[in-house]
């Protein structure tokens, strides 16, 4: 299947500061994702971006199909944003629900 | 709307007993998905369903087997449980046409299974 890497794999900052994370994949898709899990487990999608750049509020996304990345962009951090961010693909080709996972990135955000 | 719901949200089994997790949406979704998640792990498909009366396997499906009951419910079954079966199970669906990003998925709250 598809690979996917996320980075960096744990982050914490400080209430305010802003922050970006990737995620890189291994061949061309045509379904990008990026969830985020909060501290009780909850499951939360952010973002259908296979391609192009889209905005919500304090988070924005851009995924370059061509290089093989997507960036979610976290401004203005605040501690609810606290919790572990999934990018999650579906290559070409595949079953568009047919979602593979990267590993997470960690985010604590202190006050 | 109650979105995607799942039953229980906790279990404990002894090994090789056996048990089903209950998966239902109310979003008049098409396609349903099993997936497991282990510690420090991202999520990885266990079976899928595309449209009512289909399933197929996904990356880790040996130990399960699913049933698509009907457009709303979606169960999966452990036969014979196993230690390595302990794990955070979640139920998800997509398919909503017409809204521009039918292909997002929508996970339930999850259901924590000890094997013991």
């Known amino acids: 299947g598809i690979q996917v890497e996320q980075s960096p794999p744990d982050l914490i900052l400080q209430e305010g500061a802003n922050s970006t994370l990737r995620c890189n994949f291994s061949?061309?898709?045509?379904?990008l994702q990026w969830f985020h899990q909060n501290p009780w487990g909850q499951l939360i999608n952010l973002f259908y971006i296979p391609s192009g750049t889209k905005q919500n509020g304090r988070l924005s996304a851009t995924t370059v199909a061509t290089e093989r990345y997507s960036l979610l962009y976290i401004s203005s951090s605040q501690t609810t944003d606290s919790g572990v961010y999934f990018c999650?693909?579906?290559?070409?080709?595949?079953?568009?629900?047919?979602?593979?996972f990267g590993r997470g990135t960690q985010l604590t955000v202190w006050s | 709307n109650a979105g995607v719901t799942q039953t229980p949200k906790f279990q404990v089994l002894k090994t090789g007993q056996s048990m089903t997790l209950q998966c239902a949406q109310d979003?008049?979704?098409?396609?349903m998905y099993w997936y497991r998640q282990d510690p420090g792990m991202g999520l990885r498909l266990i079976y899928y369903?595309?449209?009512?009366?289909t399933t197929d396997k996904g990356e880790v499906p040996n130990g399960y087997n699913v049933s698509r009951l009907n457009k709303r419910e979606f169960s999966l079954r452990l036969e014979s449980a196993a230690p390595s079966q302990t794990s955070v199970y979640f139920c998800?669906?997509?398919?909503?046409w017409g809204t521009g990003s039918q292909e997002t998925q929508y996970f339930g709250p999850g259901t924590r299974l000890l094997v013991l």
């Open positions: 061949d061309s898709v045509n379904n």
């Open positions: 369903s595309a449209s009512e009366g």
């Open positions: 979003m008049n979704h098409n396609s």
């Open positions: 999650a693909v579906a290559g070409r080709g595949s079953t568009l629900g047919r979602l593979y």
């Open positions: 998800a669906s997509s398919g909503k």
